[in-house]
């Protein structure tokens, strides 16, 4: 087995993140940053080149997707409609607009995933195209620069890391919450730390947003991730981009909920949802397959 090294920031929840943050002076993306370098054992040029690598395949993955259409490779009819949407909302103005285009670019890398196009475990392939999308708004449309970005996914890592090590991110162990849930929690704090959130202003826009998917379930269609996994994408962004507004526009010393308990939340919902509400597709949506 691989050697890693010890990270010399150690944090098992974002309570003790902030203890470490205070303790130390540092910032978010200070503290990912030496973690990461001390566990793989590499410089921060060989870190941000990893981060880069995985921006620029969500950022391809997007422009991509926009360009395909077609049925996508499924036992039934299943077509593309990330470039249609893509199409008719740059004929659209304002919010509605904005909804439209948010919503296909989640759409375009789900699309590709389906189609077994490479694309970022964020935190797994079923969720893959959350993060993406709004990695392009904040590219395309916020105009931040590539360091931004970069200090964005390092937020969306801490709390992809706490999901993952405090709950679950496996539809299977707990629901889509953990997939979908996990992916707009990690998209909502990657926007608001790449806009200038401060590190408990990006912890309530991942609260928000983690806050208000639990209990979803994980029932795709015939077992295949594309119905509700596809769309679902583009609601998950959808939710992650008003959960940075709302944080970043209230007194964040004021909101109730925070990460930790939301995460344990997730998990007990996630052991009480019935077996086929965990990607069983035997239930819910699953049962919507109609053989012809
Ligand atoms: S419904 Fe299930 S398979 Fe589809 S994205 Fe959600 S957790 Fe993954």
Request: with cysteine; net charge negative; charged share 20%.
């Amino acid at each position: 087995m691989e050697e890693r090294g010890q990270p010399p920031h150690p944090y098992g929840s974002m309570t003790a993140f902030k203890e470490v943050a205070a303790k130390s002076g540092k910032t978010l993306h200070e503290i990912m940053l030496e973690n990461e370098q001390a566990i793989m054992g590499v410089d921060a040029a060989k870190v941000n080149a990893h981060l880069d690598l995985v921006l620029d395949t969500m950022l391809a993955g997007v422009e991509l997707g926009l360009r395909e259409e077609g049925l996508l490779p499924a036992p039934f009819a299943f077509h593309r409609k990330a470039r249609r949407i893509h199409e008719r909302a740059k004929a659209m103005q304002g919010g509605e607009a904005l909804l439209q285009l948010v919503s296909s670019y989640a759409l375009a890398v789900s699309e590709g995933n389906a189609a077994g196009r490479l694309a970022v475990t964020a935190p797994t392939l079923g969720s893959a195209g959350t993060m993406p999308a709004l990695a392009y708004v904040l590219h395309h449309h916020l105009q931040r620069d590539r360091q931004a970005m970069r200090r964005g996914l390092l937020a969306a890592a801490l709390v992809g890391y706490l999901c993952k090590n405090n709950a679950s991110v496996a539809g299977a162990e707990v629901g889509c919450q953990g997939e979908i849930g996990v992916a707009s929690s990690m998209a909502a704090a990657m926007l608001a730390y790449a806009t200038g959130a401060s590190l408990e202003a990006t912890e309530v826009a991942a609260t928000i947003a983690l806050e208000h998917h639990l209990g979803m379930s994980c029932d795709p269609v015939g077992g295949f991730v594309l119905i509700p996994c596809i769309e679902r994408n583009a609601f998950g962004a959808l939710k992650a981009y008003n959960a940075a507004l709302m944080a970043q526009n209230e007194i964040v010393s004021e909101h109730w909920e925070d990460l930790d308990r939301v995460i344990m939340a997730m998990l007990q919902t996630g052991k009480a949802l019935p077996p086929q509400f965990r990607e069983m597709g035997t239930a819910g949506l699953g049962m919507t397959m109609v053989n012809c």
